[in-house]
């Protein structure tokens, strides 16, 4: 079954991985624009600090009415660094654990920038207040042998941003 995200916690469990999701594309985008701009030396950190805009979004409820193990939470947007979009990307959070009320999610996205892409992957856990850390797990391109950290904040809000230390 396919919903809008019908009660208001899944609607804002949906909304903070999309913004985690478009917040990871931010930071791969803002990478490649520093990329092709400085040519860094392997093994240097870029940091990159990103505004993230959610674009779209999709919940699955693919088992049970409501949180069941499989559901997923579908997404994309733009990141914005400087006032300009640089980026865009997207991804999916699946359910993997139940625990009453608190429901964990794998959470996997991709972002396409110009010297290649960048991947993430994290576990998420509704209602966390924290922000959330998402490790890159790699990329194509520039990004070919990236590692590191991308933190998010104000998920799912208009105030979303992210912090990204990207090691190559």
């Known amino acids: 079954m396919v919903t809008n995200g019908s009660s208001s916690n899944r609607h804002l ?4 991985f999309v913004a985690a999701s478009l917040a ?3 930071i791969g ?6 990329a092709d701009a400085d040519s860094p030396r392997k093994g240097r950190v870029e940091v990159l600090e990103l505004k993230v805009q959610n674009d779209q979004y999709e919940v699955l409820d693919l088992g049970k009415a409501g949180p ?14 400087g006032g300009r979009s640089v980026g865009r990307g997207g991804g999916s959070c699946q359910v993997v654990q139940l625990h009453g009320a608190e429901v ?12 290649g892409s960048l991947t993430m992957q994290s576990l998420w856990t509704t209602g966390a207040s924290a922000p959330l850390d998402m490790a890159v797990t790699g990329g194509t ?5 990236a590692h590191g950290i991308v933190r998010f904040w104000d998920i799912g809000t208009p105030d979303e941003r992210a912090r990204a230390e ?3």
């Open 24 to 26: 990871t594309a931010t």
């Open 104 to 115: 964990t999610k794998q959470c996997l996205i991709t972002m396409e920038v110009a010297g």
């Open 68 to 81: 069941s193990l499989g559901d997923l939470d579908v997404y994309s947007g733009t990141t914005v660094q």
């Open 166 to 168: 990207i090691q190559r």
């Open 13 to 16: 469990t949906v909304r903070r």
């Open 141 to 145: 391109g520039a990004y070919a042998s």
């Open 29 to 34: 985008f803002a990478a490649v624009g520093t």
